[in-house]
């Protein structure tokens, strides 16, 4: 019985958390198909941490965790996608279902904008604008300190800031 | 912050997750879930001793089916990987374990590796049996449909990559194709003494690597801006033959980008990259199963005269 509370309970995160983690995993991997693949890994990896019985506190954190961990994993393997070949392949940021063609473009913006950064800025930036995350929350996912992690987070925004006024 | 910023952050947030794709996960997690539940319970059973009331009250509660389900998804899952055609368990591995895993697969090309993978699964399958002289018995209607289907699913992924215009990702998934079935076809045409397999997988060789050609001169023309001196290190950093290693470095990419456009010159270096990995990919392959055919006939050799005998 006890099992079935934590599926239900890991159904009910899932739908309140797999559109953050889908989109954060969006904006660091630039390719909406390994997204949606980096999203479903990681609440198939959160999910058996969960039945191992593992004590989770935060799991809006934990999940930015097991999902960051398989983003660099991702970055390990391979390192090819620029936007110019996800341009070349017909890439949309979101479905038109949902969002008008302006809003597409805009947001490819905000993708190239974000591209330019270093990734230890734009994993960080990502988490704390796009995600809402705290710095507290973040310095778990990357296991760093927080003082750190809003240092970086700083450095990120200026970094950003000169993108958007060369622009 | 300021409003510019603001604006793209906001923006930013707008990307969503398409409704079917989250239904789709959603889906493919609960039939997840439901696995991995089972097989908590069977350790939960196995680890408690049989005499606890408790026990015995839930364990009388869960109906036949579900008791025999839970047997099935844990330990012959597993004992049935290893199995061949003609074992008992080689259903569990080819309708169970792999159909569930492919559920799992999502997008068009790990879907299509995953297909490969199983195409190689096959493969082996047929050296391992022409090893021990059984591969008459279970090539026609069973193994050769099989392949053909792994073979025919991996094939329409990059057919559908192809038309999508991802040509780079299509001819990906058909180089790793024609990798696998060529170091296949020539282990086996040493082992395959009678011809029964390799006709039929040689015809596929020629096939795929006609694909290729095809993706390639397409290739030739596309628009394609990349890293490529990143793929030649990560090329060099693997093991590979001396051979391979000179392609890789004769490879000379132009640099280009949006004003200089030397486009012609750089896929033409992008194909020959792709000729050097297949090249390299070749090589590590073959390796692999020779170490492992060496392992099984060191094996096998005893078991088969057994096999022999008893029947």
Request: proline letters at 3%.
């Given at each position: 019985m006890q099992q079935l509370d934590k599926s239900q309970q890991f159904l009910a995160d899932y739908e309140s958390f797999s559109e953050a983690i889908f989109r954060h995993c969006f904006f660091r991997v630039s390719d909406r198909e390994k997204a949606r693949d980096l999203m479903q890994d990681t609440f198939v990896k959160a999910w058996q941490q969960v039945t191992a019985g593992a004590d989770i506190k935060n799991m809006r954190a934990f999940l930015y965790r097991v999902a960051n961990n398989l983003i660099i994993d991702e970055y390990r393997k391979k390192k090819?996608?620029?936007?110019?070949?996800?341009?070349?392949?017909?890439?949309?940021l979101a479905s038109?279902?949902?969002?008008?063609?302006?809003?597409?473009?805009?947001?490819?913006?905000?993708?190239?904008?974000?591209?330019?950064?270093?990734?230890?800025?734009k994993e960080v930036i990502i988490m704390r604008y796009i995600d809402d995350l705290?710095?507290?929350?973040?310095?778990?996912?990357?296991?760093?300190?927080?003082?750190?992690?809003?240092?970086?987070?700083?450095?990120?925004?200026?970094?950003?800031?000169?993108?958007?006024n060369k622009v | 912050m300021d409003k510019e910023l603001k604006d793209i952050i906001n923006k930013a947030k707008e990307v969503r997750l398409s409704a079917e794709d989250k239904a789709q996960v959603r889906e493919n997690l609960v039939t997840f879930m439901n696995k991995e539940v089972e097989s908590v319970r069977n350790e939960e059973l196995v680890r408690h001793s049989n005499w606890h009331p408790k026990i015995w009250f839930s364990f009388a509660r869960i109906p036949a089916m579900a008791v025999l389900s839970v047997f099935l998804v844990t330990g012959?899952?597993?004992?049935?990987?290893?199995?061949?055609?003609?074992?008992?368990?080689?259903?569990?591995?080819?309708?169970?374990?792999?159909?569930?895993?492919?559920?799992?697969?999502?997008?068009?090309?790990?879907?299509?590796?995953?297909?490969?993978?199983?195409?190689?699964?096959?493969?082996?399958?047929?050296?391992?049996?022409?090893?021990?002289?059984?591969?008459?018995?279970h090539w026609k209607g069973?193994?050769?449909?099989?392949?053909?289907?792994?073979?025919?699913?991996?094939?329409?992924?990059?057919?559908?990559?192809?038309?999508?215009?991802?040509?780079?990702?299509?001819?990906?998934?058909?180089?790793?194709?024609?990798?696998?079935?060529?170091?296949?076809?020539?282990?086996?045409?040493?082992?395959?003494?009678?011809?029964?397999?390799?006709?039929?997988?040689?015809?596929?060789?020629?096939?795929?690597?006609?694909?290729?050609?095809?993706?390639e001169k397409k290739l030739l023309t596309a628009k394609m801006i990349d890293k490529l001196p990143e793929e030649?290190?990560?090329?060099?950093?693997?093991?590979?033959?001396?051979?391979?290693?000179?392609?890789?470095?004769?490879?000379?990419?132009?640099?280009?980008?949006?004003?200089?456009?030397?486009?012609?010159?750089?896929?033409?270096?992008?194909?020959?990259?792709?000729?050097?990995?297949?090249?390299?990919?070749?090589?590590?392959?073959?390796?692999?199963?020779?170490?492992?055919?060496?392992?099984?006939?060191?094996?096998?050799?005893?078991?088969k005269l057994k096999d022999s005998v008893s029947r």
């Open positions: 090819t996608y620029s936007l110019d070949q996800m341009q070349e392949a017909g890439f949309e038109q279902d949902h969002l008008k063609i302006e809003k597409i473009v805009e947001g490819r913006e905000a993708l190239e904008m974000l591209e330019q950064l270093d990734d230890k800025y705290s710095p507290q929350e973040i310095a778990e996912v990357v296991g760093e300190s927080e003082n750190l992690v809003s240092v970086r987070i700083h450095r990120g925004l200026v970094r950003l800031r000169e993108l958007v | 012959v899952s597993f004992a049935a990987e290893g199995s061949l055609p003609g074992d008992t368990l080689y259903p569990v591995k080819v309708n169970f374990n792999e159909e569930f895993q492919s559920l799992i697969a999502f997008s068009p090309e790990s879907k299509a590796k995953f297909e490969i993978k199983r195409a190689e699964r096959r493969l082996e399958e047929v050296e391992r049996l022409a090893l021990h002289n059984k591969l008459e018995t069973n193994l050769e449909v099989r392949l053909e289907k792994q073979i025919e699913r991996a094939s329409k992924h990059v057919a559908m990559l192809e038309e999508k215009g991802e040509l780079r990702k299509a001819a990906l998934i058909n180089d790793r194709l024609e990798v696998v079935l060529s170091v296949h076809d020539q282990i086996l045409t040493d082992l395959d003494t009678k011809k029964i397999a390799t006709k039929k997988i040689k015809e596929r060789v020629r096939k795929v690597a006609a694909r290729r050609k095809a993706l030649k290190k990560i090329l060099i950093k693997k093991k590979i033959t001396p051979k391979a290693i000179k392609v890789i470095k004769d490879v000379k990419a132009p640099k280009i980008n949006k004003q200089n456009l030397k486009q012609l010159e750089y896929n033409k270096a992008y194909i020959k990259l792709q000729q050097a990995k297949r090249a390299t990919e070749k090589r590590i392959l073959l390796k692999k199963a020779n170490q492992r055919l060496k392992s099984f006939r060191i094996k096998t050799k005893p078991t």
